[in-house]
Nanobody
Framework: QVQLVESGGGLVQTGGSLRLSCAAS????????LGWFRQAPGKEREFVSV????????YYADSVKARFLISRDNAKNTVYLQMNSLKPEDTAVYYC?????????????????WGQGTQVTVSS
C-alpha cells in the first residue's frame, strides 16, 4: 500500500510558476512509477507527466512540454511537478498517482494509487 498527498496548489497569474509536491508513504517508494494527471470541470482526466522508478526516464504531454518539469527524490518519498509559464488552460485539479511498473504508464486506468488532488487556478 502507498498513500499519496499532494500539496502546493493555489492561485497564480498567467505566466507565473507553481511547484506541486506529492508525498508518499511506504518503504517501497522506489518501485513505483509516478504520474501527474489533471482534471478540469466538465472534462476528462488527462495525463500530464510520468517519471520512472529511478527518475532517469520522463515523459510529458505535448501541452506541457518545455513548461513543466517532473522530478522525484526517493530519499524523501516525494515527487514534484514544477510548472512554469502557466496558462489559464492549465487550471485544474492536479492528482499524483503511483503504479508498480518498470515502464512509464500513461493511461490513468493503469495506476493503482491516487492522491486526493490539489487545485491549481491560473487567472488571466
Amino acid at each position: 500500500q502507498v498513500q499519496l498527498v499532494e500539496s502546493g496548489g493555489g492561485l497564480v497569474q498567467t505566466g507565473g510558476s507553481l511547484r506541486l509536491s506529492c508525498a508518499a508513504s511506504g518503504r517501497t517508494f522506489s518501485r513505483y512509477a509516478l504520474g501527474w494527471f489533471r482534471q478540469a470541470p466538465g472534462k476528462e482526466r488527462e495525463f500530464v507527466s510520468v517519471i520512472s522508478r529511478s527518475g532517469v526516464s520522463t515523459y510529458y504531454a505535448d501541452s506541457v512540454k518545455a513548461r513543466f518539469l517532473i522530478s522525484r527524490d526517493n530519499a524523501k518519498n516525494t515527487v514534484y511537478l514544477q510548472m512554469n509559464s502557466l496558462k489559464p488552460e492549465d487550471t485544474a485539479v492536479y492528482y499524483c498517482a503511483a503504479e508498480d511498473s518498470a515502464v512509464l504508464p500513461i493511461r490513468a486506468t493503469l495506476y493503482e494509487y491516487w492522491g486526493q488532488g490539489t487545485q491549481v487556478t491560473v487567472s488571466s
